[in-house]
């Protein structure tokens, strides 16, 4: 993310005595060989590229082209859409998508007022008339979270190709699946009760309503989970565990029980056990909760014994994107901390800070040389200033100091591909697949960090076919566009993004900057304030508000 700043090829000029070099051009067909599933390429592509509108399947095969961990299972106070529909718009004309999105926000402020049958009248219109199977993801993503089952499984349903949505779709069936269907009326009942337990304070008396329904209990999986989360909202974290255990028990390969479970054991301060849970599911969870889970673990690791708090803490930041964070935290370090130092230049890095990256690079590996991460940031520095020899040196070392790290490995291939050997780039290749088939993290990474233009498209792309669910990714996307002027196609990805009830500052952040590109001021405005009101700290944010405010308004 280098929101604010020049694209890194200006910045890169201004301290790099030679420009980038240019990867060969076999470099496109090794990527190729990264996808899991091939024809998942030609769907993200129209969302990096697109110029007016989503585009029609058939012209995505022409081309071949805070933290966001939420107390509340992925709702907040206010629902995004609300927030991108916050100022007053015209009545008179208003465009087909706009007012999906405002039945959207309608039908979820129904939804934590414990109108919970207007509500799912309301989504289940909605459903019936998108036309964009990436919204029917996102949206049925949403409904998951709510517990509308059955209204998740009609969006699905109607996704159009599922043949190039298939790895998406098993992604949500892992996270959110039951193991017993429920009728309309158990669907219906359930919902309200997760409704009230969330938006009407209503803990105590969901727990005492849903214990008596025994043969609900009995039969569902996530009957069990609804009850644990009441507990939960009671503190009463044995319980709370008792609950969730019958559910993971009736149905252990739903992800959402096991992050849920970690949640508990993280809040009740039961670290060990924690850490035990994580390091069972870390590698087998949802790709959707893939993230989350690895949060937790930093989180438990601040608070065990013997171990880097002040590390693990900014590394939990870093995970969730808040990199303005990790730097403000990782201010005057010890000059022995070389695993901060290396988090510190990452986050430089990421933020488009080049000089900064490269000097707590050096400092982390002067103070120790063996550190993986610094050998690999050293490499990075390298590779953006087109040495690919010399960065082989420093990825090959950091690789050979921890074989698990498949981002490594991804480097590798990039590093062998730019200087034409083909055999070292199909080796590392097959290494990464065997670390992991889904990297969506690490090549998101590599987009925002080491590549440019075609290339990052390439990356991003790479990124969302293995989750599409991972919105610092179309984040990226997004911004890659506005600064090639494609703006009405930054809209568009905005729009299937609205479907989302999930929370985070970049959000609105980047909601901000598409309305800025569109000269919405107005709109631009106020998500700029939901922005610095879940991150006060977000410098970018703030210098957008002073411009777009004339330097004058109160933020």
Request: proline share 1%.
């Amino acid at each position: 993310m280098k929101t604010g700043h020049k694209n890194i090829t200006t910045r890169l000029r201004l301290f790099v005595a030679h420009s980038l070099g240019r990867l060969k051009a076999s470099f496109l067909s090794t990527l190729a060989h990264f996808a899991v599933i091939k024809t998942c390429v030609y769907i993200f592509a129209a969302a990096v590229f697109c110029l007016n509108i989503v585009p029609s399947y058939a012209a995505l095969e022409q081309d071949k082209t805070g933290s966001s961990m939420s107390t509340k299972r992925g709702f907040d106070l206010i629902s995004i859409a609300e927030a991108l529909l916050a100022q007053n718009i015209d009545k008179v004309e208003i465009d087909p998508k706009t007012q999906q999105i405002q039945e959207f926000s309608t039908a979820t402020q129904k939804f934590s007022q414990g109108n919970i049958t207007v509500a799912y009248e309301g989504y289940l219109n909605i459903i019936v008339n998108l036309k964009s199977d990436f919204a029917r993801m996102n949206i049925a993503k949403s409904l998951y979270d709510m517990g509308f089952f059955s209204l998740a499984d009609l969006a699905v349903s109607k996704v159009e190709r599922k043949d190039l949505l298939q790895l998406q779709i098993d992604i949500l069936k892992q996270a959110y699946g039951l193991s017993a269907q429920l009728t309309k009326e158990e669907e219906i009942y359930l919902a309200k009760a997760y409704s009230s337990i969330y938006f009407d304070n209503s803990a105590q008396e969901i727990s005492f309503e849903l214990n008596k329904k025994t043969n609900l209990l009995e039969k569902s999986d996530y009957a069990n989970y609804i009850l644990s989360q009441s507990m939960f909202e009671l503190r009463q974290y044995p319980q709370a565990l008792n609950y969730i255990d019958i559910a993971i028990s009736k149905n252990p390969k739903n992800s959402s029980y096991a992050l849920y479970k970690t949640k508990i054991l993280v809040i009740s301060q039961d670290y060990k056990n924690a850490l035990k849970h994580i390091e069972k599911h870390e590698k087998t969870i949802s790709q959707n909760f893939k993230k989350e889970l690895l949060m937790y673990r930093e989180q438990v690791l601040a608070n065990l014994p013997k171990e880097n708090k002040k590390y693990h803490t900014a590394h939990s930041h870093y995970l969730d994107g808040n990199y303005s964070k990790v730097v403000k935290d990782l201010q005057n370090l010890d000059k022995k901390a070389y695993m901060e130092h290396a988090l510190l230049a990452k986050a430089h890095l990421m933020l488009g800070n080049y000089e900064e990256a490269v000097k707590n690079f050096e400092w982390s590996y002067k103070i120790n040389k063996s550190y993986a991460p610094a050998l690999s940031g050293l490499g990075d520095a390298e590779f953006i200033s087109g040495r690919y020899a010399q960065s082989i040196e420093h990825y090959k070392k950091a690789y050979n100091e921890d074989k698990t790290d498949v981002g490594n490995a991804l480097k590798l291939v990039l590093a062998y591909e730019a200087i034409g050997d083909e055999k070292n780039s199909k080796k590392f290749i097959n290494i990464a697949n065997k670390l992991d088939r889904n990297p969506f993290f690490e090549e998101y990474e590599i987009a925002a960090t080491l590549l440019t233009e075609t290339n990052k498209g390439q990356y991003l792309k790479k990124s969302l076919n293995n989750n599409m669910f991972f919105e610092d990714c179309w984040y990226e996307v997004i911004e890659m566009a506005l600064e090639n002027d494609r703006v009405k196609g930054a809209h568009n990805i905005l729009y299937i993004m609205s479907f989302s009830n999930k929370l985070s500052y970049r959000r609105f952040y980047t909601a901000a900057l598409v309305y800025d590109a569109l000269g919405e001021r107005d709109k631009a405005i106020t998500n700029l304030k939901y922005t610095l009101n879940m991150n006060p700290d977000f410098e970018e944010a703030r210098k957008l508000m002073a411009k777009l405010s004339n330097n004058g308004e109160d933020i």
